[in-house]
């Protein structure tokens, strides 16, 4: 009897470790739940963002949707820089006002500067939104001259004062060869980190067709815009599809019209920002704000699984386009690197189009070049 009782003592002490042992585990397991947690809640490092010509009517719409998170996230903190001209130092500094009563979470700091070396010291990310403004009648070639000295002494600032890691959008026209300028004068700054907006128009696409079909434009998806973002852009629809009743369909079939595809569709996209300067007598500022917070978005965060987006990037001779060209691509972006869609099959059609834009943005190059001189 004594030995069958010591026998269940011994027996009750070995179940009574295995309790013990088992709520340790889950008090550590709670901990480790507890810590990681905690880990996900600490606040990211604020990531600096610089946009020029703030004090404008893009500016003005831009920066409370970066303060707002729509560019980088809806946890990523931001610090902003703005910049602009003497002549609007007061306009600059109501704008700083409204972002410091509109009290954004995620607004951690507030530069408002006519020093463009003050705007651009340890920058992140910039927005080049300054520039020459466009009028209405006015063509692309008519501020070429201005803009490009505006962009030269844009660039060096940039280029000494920036981190080594900075990306660029540049926003105002002609956006491709500003930022070709801006590559020029700021050799540091790597060739893919330079890039210009033609997401506007790539959404402008996306608009044309969502309406056309009476579908929502989040079901439209791989349109492509190729070349420069100015009137010779090539709105291509030949590898869009639709998400329709659950399935994806191409654009040209459903669609089922080629003659408005391969005309009236791309005039309207080509015209788009000619039209709203003569519907405003302004020229599109909401429109630009969002897509550039699109391209930046999508370029940090990533383009979703089987889509594409145009942006204009140093071309690197696909799809036969010039090296040294900035030059609207389709790309997908990942972990902060875009890369061109490869193997695209291309019309005759499309070659056409696509030749003359890269045309215009060579003969912009030479036009720049003699300004420099």
């Not at 704008?95 to 070396?117: C, I, N, Q, R, W």
């Not at 594409?308 to 972990?335: A, H, N």
Request: hydrophobic share 45%; glycine share 6%.
């Amino acid at each position: 009897m004594e030995l069958e009782a010591l026998a269940w003592d011994t027996q009750d002490y070995t179940f009574l470790k295995k309790i013990l042992l088992v709520l340790l585990c889950v008090i550590l397991f709670c901990k480790i739940v507890r810590y990681m947690f905690g880990l996900l809640k600490e606040e990211k490092e604020p990531i600096t963002v610089l946009v020029t010509g703030a004090a404008g009517q893009i500016g003005y719409a831009l920066v409370p949707m970066i303060a707002r998170g729509a560019m980088l996230g809806p946890d990523q903190p931001v610090i902003l820089h703005m910049l602009d001209i003497e002549p609007a130092a007061e306009a600059l500094k109501g704008v700083k006002m409204e972002l410091v009563d509109a009290a954004f979470p995620l607004l951690k700091g507030v530069v408002a500067t006519t020093d463009v070396v003050e705007a651009c010291k340890n920058v992140n990310i910039a927005v080049m939104v300054g520039g020459f403004p466009r009028k209405e009648g006015m063509e692309r070639k008519d501020v070429m001259s201005k803009n490009v000295s505006i962009y030269k002494a844009q660039a060096s600032a940039l280029e000494q004062n920036a981190a080594a890691d900075c990306k660029v959008l540049v926003v105002a026209n002609p956006a491709n060869t500003n930022a070709l300028i801006l590559k020029e004068f700021a050799p540091s700054i790597p060739d893919k980190n330079i890039t210009c907006l033609t997401r506007l128009d790539h959404n402008r696409a996306l608009g044309q067709i969502s309406e056309r079909l009476n579908v929502h434009v989040s079901d439209v998806k791989n349109v492509i815009i190729w070349g420069n973002h100015s009137s010779t852009q090539y709105p291509d629809v030949n590898h869009a599809t639709v998400t329709a009743n659950g399935a994806q369909k191409p654009v040209r079939e459903l669609v089922a019209d080629d003659n408005w595809l391969n005309s009236e569709f791309i005039t309207t996209v080509q015209q788009r920002g000619a039209a709203i300067i003569k519907a405003r007598k302004l020229s599109s500022a909401l429109s630009a704000a969002s897509s550039a917070c699109d391209h930046i978005r999508d370029w940090v965060l990533g383009t979703p699984k089987e889509s594409w987006v145009s942006m204009g990037v140093y071309s690197d001779g696909s799809y036969g386009v010039q090296p040294g060209l900035i030059y609207s691509f389709p790309v997908t972006c990942e972990k902060g690197e875009w890369t061109i869609v490869k193997d695209l099959k291309i019309d005759e059609f499309s070659r056409d189009k696509m030749d003359k834009t890269a045309q215009e943005l060579v003969e912009e190059k030479e036009l720049a070049k003699s300004c420099l001189n």
